[in-house]
């Protein structure tokens, strides 16, 4: 049995500069994130001027342009900031992994969160589109050799769920930090011309 057990953890001993690979490429697409959020939020505050501009000066076709590239835009910074806070959480629970067993019940969801986050990345941020992938593989390799190592199986249902879970706090964090960063767009930008009219 002891002998079982040292060969064992003595498998386990390469996976940890693997899991501090993975957690040094996620930081590298969270300064790629933080880069971009950095760029939306000047985009932001120049399209939120041109819209007031507009509005003072009563042209509310103009308004209503900047008004629509604004709300797509803060579609975008919410999605930027969810996946940015996704993969804190990813780096959180990699740094909390302790044993073999760990390792299995943490990366599962792990794997499957960067999955969606790629997906969702891909059209936005194509550069982060190579990070991600890199992520992935290594996520998968290590969940896969840990797995065989201890010899746990993978709950897929289970795996999904939790990765789901920690994608949607993710995404009602971002919500919330969007609305407590950003200034309201003028109802008047919002209002399409006939309603300007019959007002």
Not at 2 to 28: H, M, T
Not at 153 to 168: H, K
Not at 169 to 178: G, T
């Amino acid at each position: 049995m002891g002998e079982k057990l040292r060969g064992r953890v003595n498998q386990a001993e390469p996976l940890k500069p693997r899991l501090d690979q993975a957690n040094r490429q996620i930081q590298g697409v969270v300064g790629k994130l933080d880069a971009t959020l950095a760029k939306l939020r000047g985009k932001d505050t120049e399209l939120f001027n041109k819209i007031v501009s507009s509005v003072q000066k009563r042209d509310s076709a103009r308004a209503s342009i900047y008004a629509n590239e604004l709300a797509e835009l803060r579609k975008m910074n919410r999605m930027v900031t969810q996946s940015r806070l996704a993969l804190e959480q990813i780096m959180l629970r990699l740094n909390t992994i302790t044993d073999m067993g760990d390792i299995v019940t943490t990366l599962a969801p792990a794997t499957s969160i960067v999955s969606s986050l790629r997906q969702s990345l891909t059209g936005l941020m194509p550069e982060a589109e190579n990070g991600m992938s890199e992520i992935s593989s290594l996520l998968s390799g290590i969940l896969v050799d840990a797995g065989s190592v201890s010899g746990s199986s993978l709950n897929f249902t289970a795996a999904n769920e939790e990765a789901e879970g920690v994608l949607s706090e993710a995404a009602a964090v971002a919500e919330s930090r969007m609305q407590g960063a950003f200034p309201e767009i003028p109802v008047t930008a919002t209002r399409s011309e006939s309603d300007m009219e019959e007002a």
